[in-house]
């Protein structure tokens, strides 16, 4: 089945520097990939996803990045804010309303 | 926007109880689903639902776990004889067509104690 890994698992940014999460999936017959956002004690919150026909996707200060020949994909937040503290998954999935797995998440803190 | 409400949101119970985790998916949404978040870690797939049935469990959602939609509105998970290591965040979450991508309601926090 498919697995998904993420690096770093702590990060910890000066406000208004740019925060890079990445991960790698193992399944090649992936073709979704959310990012999801995970205030303490709170739900996931879908922030972005990307689709396996394109490469790129930014939403404002949040850019993803897909490279589906190497399995890679990557969460780029710029002009980060205090605001943006919070634990980042990246997930997997075939389709878009098929299961979701996800990785281990990376604890993001921005300093003020 | 229409949410994924789940009840209760905290939930006490001692080990060898059963529990039941009440779920309304988003009104038009088709897939239905249960995931877990044992404290600190990641969420972790339990179980999808589609066309009332299971469509995929994984190996954590065993003989102790079952599911149901037992009306047009509701999706519960039990718990048959909880253990310590139940003890964790159960996300219902729901989706619908292609481009409507999964949404989490807002757990229930189960404490076996």
């Known amino acids: 089945g498919e697995n998904v890994e993420q690096h770093p698992s702590t990060l910890s940014v000066q406000e208004g520097d740019s925060a890079v999460i990445k991960c790698t999936y193992s399944?090649?017959?992936?073709?979704?990939f959310p990012w999801y956002k995970q205030e303490l004690g709170k739900r996931p919150q879908l922030i972005i996803d990307?689709?396996?026909?394109?490469g790129e996707k930014k939403d404002q200060r949040i850019a993803v990045t897909l490279n589906k020949t190497a399995k890679h994909f990557s969460l780029h937040i710029t002009e980060t804010q205090p605001e943006d503290s919070a634990v980042y998954f990246c997930?997997?999935?075939?389709?878009?309303?098929?299961?979701?797995?996800f990785g281990p998440g990376t604890s993001l803190s921005v300093i003020p | 926007e229409p949410e994924v409400t789940q009840t209760p949101s905290h939930q006490v119970t001692q080990m060898g109880q059963e529990v039941i985790l009440r779920c309304v998916p988003i009104s038009n949404h088709l897939y239905f689903y249960w995931y877990r978040q044992i404290l600190g870690q990641k969420v972790e797939f339990l179980v999808s639902?589609?066309?009332?049935?299971?469509?995929?469990k994984s190996e954590i959602f065993d003989d102790q776990f079952s599911v149901e939609r037992p009306d047009g509105s509701n999706f519960t998970l039990k718990i048959r004889s909880t253990k310590l290591e139940d003890s964790a965040m159960y996300f219902c979450?729901?989706?619908?067509?292609?481009?409507?991508?999964?949404?989490f309601g807002n757990g229930t926090r189960l404490t076996v104690t």
């Open positions: 979450a729901s989706s619908g067509t292609a481009n409507s991508p999964l949404h």
């Open positions: 997930a997997a999935s075939l389709t878009s309303y098929d299961k979701v797995i």
């Open positions: 990307i689709r396996s026909n394109v």
């Open positions: 399944d090649s017959a992936s073709n979704y």
């Open positions: 639902f589609y066309n009332n049935e299971i469509s995929e």
